[in-house]
């Protein structure tokens, strides 16, 4: 099932999987920010539709805000090796695609954001980290957004 913005926004989710088109930049950066952010009883995942090379920018981006990318190489939906997910948060048409099929027959909340492609980003090394510093930057932002609120109370953001 698609949700719409504020649908399902007051529930709280129990695992969250966010998934992009090779897990290689916008699910494990997601991934990474909601494991620092959300309660550590809050499940939380990545996967993409494709098993694709981890990316440097990535980690250098990250490691600016004191995070580092989850221990497990780029996966698949297929290779997860749990199933079930309150919510998935698809970050690329491929993927919202892919989930929507996914979770045709089950009570699964699929929401598309809308997310840039760093690797799009030509010129000089910084220009390029910068595409990569304002995914990083959005994805923060809506995850706060749309999970965080209610649930940090007490917890310290990045």
């Known amino acids: 099932m698609e949700t719409t913005a504020g649908s399902s926004q007051s529930k709280r989710p129990g695992a969250i999987l966010f998934m992009c088109g090779m897990n290689a930049i916008r699910s494990p ?4 920010i909601a494991k620092r952010l959300l309660p550590p009883d809050i499940y ?7 098993a694709g090379e981890a990316d440097p920018f990535v980690d250098v981006v990250l490691e600016e805000i004191g995070l580092s990318l ?3 190489p780029p996966q698949t939906l297929d290779e997860l090796e749990d199933d079930y997910f309150d919510i998935i948060v698809t970050l690329s048409p491929e993927a919202h695609h892919r989930a ?12 598309y954001w809308q997310t840039a492609d760093p690797t799009l980003e030509t010129g ?16 923060l932002k809506r995850i706060e957004a749309r999970f965080a609120l209610p649930l940090l109370q007490g917890r310290q953001t990045i």
Do not use: F, N
């Open 29 to 32: 950066m997601a991934e990474a």
């Open 44 to 50: 939380v995942r990545s996967a993409g539709v494709k």
């Open 70 to 72: 989850p221990k497990h």
């Open 100 to 111: 929507l099929e996914a979770t045709r027959a089950q009570a699964i909340d699929v929401e």
């Open 124 to 139: 000089t090394r910084e220009r390029i980290l910068d595409a990569y510093r304002g995914v990083r930057d959005e994805l």
